[in-house]
């Protein structure tokens, strides 16, 4: 079983950035790849970026391709995502996910284990 605990969140104004940290416990850490999604009241779940296990591979979409990165360090079982440029648009509450498939993977439905969340608020 795997448990995910995302942390980070906060309230910015638009232009600054936030950095998402997920810490994983349980399963060997570098042997599922890790995605993170997010979800405002009454829309659907997007997705936001993408790891592969080794973190060789990554996957955005446009939305967030060049103002989000996603990263992995595997020594410390966390996953992190780096947002700039952060606007209006991004609130919404993000979410960790993890997969035993190779990824990226930018489908939800492909991951088995998903954190709580933590809420990003971003003012104009």
């Known amino acids: 079983q795997v448990q995910l605990v995302e942390s980070g969140g906060g309230l910015v104004q638009a232009g600054n950035s936030l950095r998402l940290s997920c810490a994983a416990s349980?399963?060997?850490?570098?042997?599922?790849?890790l995605g993170w999604f997010r979800q405002a009241p009454g829309q659907e779940r997007e997705f936001v970026a993408a790891?592969?296990?080794?973190?060789?591979?990554?996957s955005y979409p446009a939305s967030a391709k060049g103002r989000f990165t996603i990263s992995r360090d595997n020594a410390k079982n966390t996953v992190y995502l780096q947002m700039n440029s952060l606007k209006p648009e991004d609130t919404a509450g993000y979410y960790c996910?993890?997969?035993?498939?190779?990824?990226?993977?930018?489908?939800?439905?492909?991951?088995?284990?998903w954190g709580r969340g933590t809420q990003v608020t971003v003012s104009s």
């Open positions: 790891i592969s296990r080794s973190g060789g591979r990554t």
């Open positions: 349980g399963g060997t850490f570098s042997s599922y790849s």
């Open positions: 996910a993890a997969s035993f498939l190779l990824g990226p993977l930018a489908d939800h439905r492909q991951y088995a284990y």
